[in-house]
């Protein structure tokens, strides 16, 4: 059995998922890939992982780096656990590129080179948004490019964190809008 609940952010409304011990799934409701880890046999129930997961959020959306994570677990392909550990380790306030992951990705598994592509698209299936911090990856050049949950929710965490938002631009056009 899988449970949810939902978390009022500053943002918009959030749908938090569990396998009952860890927190599986952080959406914001409507996003791209919304729920696409959840099955459909789900129910609404509060649970000490959505109490952790609430307070994180709660410290986080107050402009805090929180100093816990709640317990995860994150059910993909170990090509997408490998980026997604990545992110886990890209600091508060701080960005990293597509490139820079694939860099990392490919030197992890003694390969020459990784795709930025295939980073992009396991960054953007990311099931645990914020808290997996995939929108800290950014475009090479400075692009605000590829989130799930819309680049202006992506520039609002970002400023949220106090990054430096100098160094970034919202594309104009492409598939990543």
Known sequence: MEYVCHYESPLGRITL????????GLWFDGQKYFADSLSKDNMERDLPVFEDTKRWLDIYF???????????????SPFRQSVQKIMLG???GQTMTYGEIAERVAG?????????????GAVGHNSISIIIPCHRVV??????????????????LLKLEGAD????????????L
């Open 90 to 92: 890209i600091p508060y």
């Open 62 to 76: 107050r402009g805090e780096a929180p100093d816990f994570t709640p317990p995860l677990v994150m059910r993909c």
């Open 165 to 176: 938002m100098g160094n970034f631009y919202m594309p104009k056009k492409g598939t990543a």
């Open 108 to 120: 992890e598994r003694g390969l020459k080179k990784m795709s930025a592509q295939a980073v992009g």
């Open 17 to 24: 998922a569990s396998d009952g011990e860890a927190l599986i």
């Open 139 to 156: 475009g090479s050049g400075g692009s605000l490019t590829g989130y799930a949950g819309g680049i202006d929710k992506k520039a609002e």
